[in-house]
């Protein structure tokens, strides 16, 4: 009798919570925060400081906000090294590991090119001076100094755009500040990065891939659980002209929109990593897109080709 009245007790204190959600537009996206906490405050809190971090890394790496630090590298690096921030640092220095490892298909040096598009108002730059600009894309042109911690770029007329990875980042940094919140139960995500904290109740949670050519119809869904998943689409941001499909995927080797594909997902413990590898296999296709997937331990690939196809990288494939 006693423990049953015990039971009584306690039984609330650990039943008692709810689900939160809340969604934003910040970094040029739409950020959604799920949760659940026993305390609806402090899961409101939560959120809050999510959205806090979101918009303090937007203002840090914006290429629009002209008080941002990368605002100031594009203004400056090309005439002297620029020091920058730790924290500014540190993320274009995994970029450029990444575009050593894609051989250049990830590169934040495409910016030279991609600031010439305007997908609202369907502008693209005249193939005269893509082709000038294509030749300012190389990330090898970029160079770091560690005991510094200073940027320098080797071509006048470079810019670089951390749009490929800065949402990934910030979906990890998401999570961390939920957890040490104690929140044990979460989906953030951001436009196409997503990352999950533990479950949905008792189940994975269940991740929707949108079909690239039916807008608000999924082409498969994914069970989550502990992990990232990044999804790069030629549907999002995009205009047609003359039968092209202008996106915000940029072939760095062309300086055209990458059009071996229609969209990749890529599954890791990293949004940081899942999102440029996104970009990344986008950039790549099918063949050598599998082949780098299959080659790195602990990631996996969905990509859905041009003829719709559904390809997966050989850990999928063994489920
Ligand atoms: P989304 O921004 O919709 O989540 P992605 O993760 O694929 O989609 O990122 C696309 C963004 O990546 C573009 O808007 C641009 O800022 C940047 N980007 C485009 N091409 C490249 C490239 N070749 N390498 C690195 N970043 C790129
Ligand atoms: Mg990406």
Not at 189 to 204: C, E, I, M, Q, V
Not at 267 to 284: C, E, K, N, P
Request: aromatic letters at 8%; glycine letters at 8%.
């Amino acid at each position: 009798m006693r423990n049953l009245l015990l039971i009584l007790l306690i039984f609330p204190i650990f039943c008692y919570g709810e689900w939160l959600s809340d969604e934003k537009a910040i970094m040029g996206t739409s950020v959604k925060i799920t949760l659940w906490h026993h305390d609806k405050s402090h899961g409101e809190a939560a959120i809050k400081a999510v959205f806090d971090e979101m918009e303090r890394i937007n203002q840090l790496m914006s290429p629009y906000i002209n008080s941002s630090e990368l605002y100031s590298v594009n203004k400056n690096a090309a005439i002297q090294p620029v020091k920058i921030s730790n924290e500014l640092y540190l993320l274009i220095k995994q970029a450029q590991l990444i575009s050593a490892q894609t051989k250049g298909a990830f590169d934040i040096t495409f910016a030279s090119v991609g600031f010439l598009y305007n997908y609202r108002e369907r502008i693209s730059p005249s193939n005269q001076v893509r082709d000038t600009n294509q030749a300012l894309i190389d990330y090898r042109q970029v160079e770091l100094n560690d005991k510094n911690q200073t940027v320098h770029f080797k071509q006048q007329g470079m810019k670089i755009d951390l749009g490929g990875i800065a949402k990934g980042y910030a979906v990890d940094n998401a999570i961390t500040i939920l957890k040490s919140q104690g929140v044990n139960s979460a989906l953030v995500s951001a436009g196409g990065d997503t990352k999950a904290l533990g479950k949905h109740g008792d189940r994975p949670w269940l991740l929707a891939i949108q079909d690239p050519r039916k807008k608000g119809k999924h082409a498969i869904q994914l069970p989550m659980e502990n992990e990232a998943i990044s999804t790069s689409g030629d549907y999002e941001r995009y205009f047609i002209q003359d039968g092209v499909r202008h996106h915000h995927i940029i072939d760095p080797k062309t300086g055209h929109s990458a059009a071996k594909v229609q969209s990749v997902s890529i599954i890791g413990q990293r949004g940081v990593m899942t999102d440029a590898l996104s970009t990344s296999v986008f950039v790549l296709g099918v063949k050598d897109g599998l082949a780098l997937i299959n080659s790195m331990p602990n990631f996996e690939a969905l990509i859905i080709d041009k003829d719709r196809k559904l390809h997966f990288s050989n850990g999928l494939l063994a489920h």
